[in-house]
């Protein structure tokens, strides 16, 4: 079985939202987390914080509000999440124990809110490379040396499924790990060569394993390892070279193989093991957090092609385009400062475009009044508002 499950069971509407806005709506929802060494309390906790989020994320995770949930029910655990609910009470359902799993459900009492922007309709291309491990040795132990590219992946994988926002549809399939003063340049490049919005940096910071020597009056006792990890990303908008995103994460997580033996980095041994499930926990967190930061924020299209008096356009299904939107035509001019550094600068152009056709990952535009587009050449934008 997979280290954590979750299972959304029901959401049910005590009061009708349409006609009461302000009054709150029963959530009723069950996860399950393994439990690893016998450590029953800390798989409880965290099948019960699973819960939560998916209760919360079911009433809609948008706007970055932070609920901090101490409740009886986690009252030595504070779980932080952000979400567009406000939550006014916590149950707890149930909760069994199996033999290597337990399983809580809660139902919650949660205010929904409404959605504060409309930029959300469309999913912002993002593109992103595996992640270099700082620190090359310390992937010695199992042979991770891939590790980062598996880690690029899942979150990748995590975002396809999960992301509301965004869309990480390209992870570049080389290690790239710039220098702070390089990384505008290269999100305007990179960029362009992807038909990517937004530029998500990543790199390990930490990759080392901790051992504990056994007491001498326990000799029996074998030495405990522990593995850290700290991720550090930041993301850069391709357009304008500003960075939307920072975050670091890190854990420290018990090591259940052999210090001696290679494990590969993508099986579902070392994924469902203590430091594979601690790592998803990660993956979650910086997929929900990057959501929530590009979530208000305007979504651009590229001019890829100018046939005419039509437009094709690097959006399309994928990120909810449909045919009849209407969108806003921009030119971009770019000039380089004193400092040889680059920026960027947006004029609107006069005439706005409506969608004609939609594909899996294009669209094809024209202009609404039928007016010509002039002076608009690839690598022009439109931008959803």
Partial sequence: MQVVRIILISAVLMLLVTCFPAKAIWFEATGQAAIHNGEKEAARQQATQEAIKQALLFSGASVKSIQSLVNGLLEDDRFEIRASGEVNNIELIDEIYHDDYVTVSIRADIFPQETMCSASDYKKNIVTTWYDINKRQQAAVGNLYDFGKVLAEKIQLEAQNHARHSFIHRVEPYFLTPLDKEKKSMAFTLAQKTDAQFVLFGEIIEFGLETTQSSGLAFWNNDQNRRNLTLSLSMFDGNSGEMVFQDTQNISAPWDFDIHKPINSNS??????????????????????????????????????????????????HNGVKQGDKLTLFQMNQFFDPQNLPHRQFQLHPEAVIVKQVFAETALVESITGAPLANIQPNDFVARR
């Fill in 268 to 317: 579902q041994q070392l994924w469902d093991s203590t430091f594979g499930s601690a790592t998803k926990k990660i993956i979650q967190t910086v997929v929900q957090s990057i959501d929530e930061s590009v979530s208000c924020l305007p979504a651009f299209g590229r001019v890829i092609k100018v046939s005419g008096e039509s437009l094709s356009i690097n959006i399309g299904k």
